[in-house]
């Protein structure tokens, strides 16, 4: 059997319906469990961003605080799954997936809380030695916990490696290629020496530089697709509403012969807003479980304004690509994107989304380099960290490379089990959380 085909047909077993309603259940139960936490400090949250405490600061036993943990959270949201993948969700699912897409973040805001809370409450528990946070650890307080802990480490792994590496490094090589005719295995070379140089340089290295992507990040999304949506001021509004109505009409047969079921919205919706988030992946947990937190109720629910924050970029993404009217184009992924910027930009178009491809991969990139690296020491009991830059360039490298379809495709067959994993031990942890919830709120 031809393995694209194969790995196809695989991604799309896991990643259906069962898992849809499965995330959506415990969205939904972190919500009302958390007696709606995302609305009752939505404002608390965002003045502890805006105007963080003055006496914060990394101990010594942790490699960043909880603020830096936030950003580095935000700058490995934001990368080629807002770019491409929203791009892909409006392709399978029509307008009505960007309706979908938001409603979910706002729901899974709740679970980006837990999964932060329980990495920055368990975090003590770490090897001697180590500052490891995230599920690997709060996972050994439920049935088969030592299992599932590895299991978990073992898949997130490969997720990292695919899905915040390869995937990254394939979409910068392919936008390069469509919009300067530059051959792949260039951008490989050249990805593959600038990781080099970053993750060569540690946890520190890292960190410095994924921090300093942020505001560039935001400040070239902002400028670009602000932009696109003044010019196309006039179809905002009716974009919305084609949203809306293609999200809750049971067939909506919108932009001529091409329809969209409900279903097919509400499941590309989803998809893509997991990936662009990484909401119940855990992996935010990893960063947050990093800081060495004193006070992990309250830091958990900043750990939940990235994922609005990711999410809001998504719908702007969305916004730009169906107030343009390229929609329904028959384009999809990047190349989408690339031609809603097209109706502004002209032939550069291309260049615009290719530095937003280059500056949200490149974020991923160094964001994912320190939590594939934590992984990587757990996997090994800390041993071995002089391997970890040389399988991270070599991941590098061949994503550029590889097919992109292959590469979705492995991404999802990794993602979903992970997903599951994780979902799984905060539901069996509710207890715990709903306890310190109520302690915080005492307090």
């Known amino acids: 059997m031809d393995i694209q085909l194969f790995l196809k047909n695989v991604s799309e077993l896991l990643v259906s319906w069962p898992l849809f309603i499965f995330v959506a259940i415990v969205g939904l139960v972190c919500t009302v469990a958390f007696n709606f936490i995302q609305f009752r400090y939505f404002m608390y949250a965002w003045k502890q961003v805006l105007f963080p405490p003055k006496t914060q600061a990394a101990s010594s036993t942790a490699d960043m605080t909880p603020i830096q943990a936030f950003m580095n959270t935000l700058s490995s949201n934001l990368g080629n799954g807002t770019i491409a ?11 009505g997936a960007a309706v979908w897409l938001f409603l979910f973040g706002i729901i899974l805001m709740s679970v980006r809380f837990a999964e932060a ?5 368990y975090a003590s528990m770490a090897p001697a030695g180590g500052k490891l946070g995230g599920p690997m650890l709060y996972l050994r307080q439920v049935i088969g916990g030592p299992q599932l802990s590895w299991a978990y480490g073992l898949l997130c792994f490969y997720f990292c490696l695919v899905g915040g590496n390869s995937v990254q490094t394939n979409s910068i090589a392919l936008s390069f ?23 060569g340089g540690g946890a520190a290295r890292i960190i410095k530089i994924s921090l300093a992507m942020v505001p560039v990040k935001i400040v070239v999304f902002f400028s670009t697709t602000l932009i696109v949506l003044v010019y196309h001021y006039a179809a905002i509004i009716p974009a919305i509403s084609l949203m809306i109505k293609s999200a809750f009409t049971p067939t909506a047969a919108v932009g001529g012969l091409v329809g969209f079921s409900i279903q097919q919205a509400i499941s590309a919706g989803m998809m893509r807003q997991i990936f662009a988030t990484e909401s119940g992946l855990g992996t935010a947990g990893i960063l947050f479980g990093s800081t060495g937190s004193k006070a992990p ?3 958990a629910i900043v750990a939940m304004l990235s994922t609005f924050i990711s999410t809001i970029f998504c719908f702007i993404v969305a916004l730009c690509i169906v107030a343009s009217g390229v929609w329904n184009s028959g384009l999809t992924s990047t190349p989408l994107t690339i031609e809603a910027f097209r109706t502004v930009f002209g032939s550069f178009g291309g260049y615009a989304v290719t530095f937003l491809s280059v500056t949200f991969g490149v974020g991923v990139l160094i964001a994912y380099a320190y ?16 391997m970890f830059p040389v399988l991270y360039c070599l991941f590098a490298f061949g994503g ?5 379809t292959m590469l979705w495709s492995t991404n999802d067959i990794f993602m979903a089990p992970m997903l599951a994993i994780n979902l799984f031990g905060i539901l069996y942890l509710l207890p715990v959380i709903i306890k310190n919830i109520a302690a915080f709120a005492k307090s």
């Open 400 to 404: 550029a490379l590889i097919d992109p």
């Open 177 to 199: 290629q469509r919009t300067f005719g530059i051959a792949p295995i260039i951008s490989a070379i050249v990805l593959t020496l600038l990781i080099l140089y970053i993750v």
């Open 117 to 121: 809370f329980l990495s920055m409450h």
């Open 371 to 386: 939590i594939t690296r934590e992984v990587w020491l757990f996997l090994t009991g800390n041993r071995y960290a002089f």
């Open 85 to 95: 993948g929203v791009a892909t969700g409006i392709y399978s699912g029509g307008p």
């Open 297 to 299: 109720v309250k830091d």
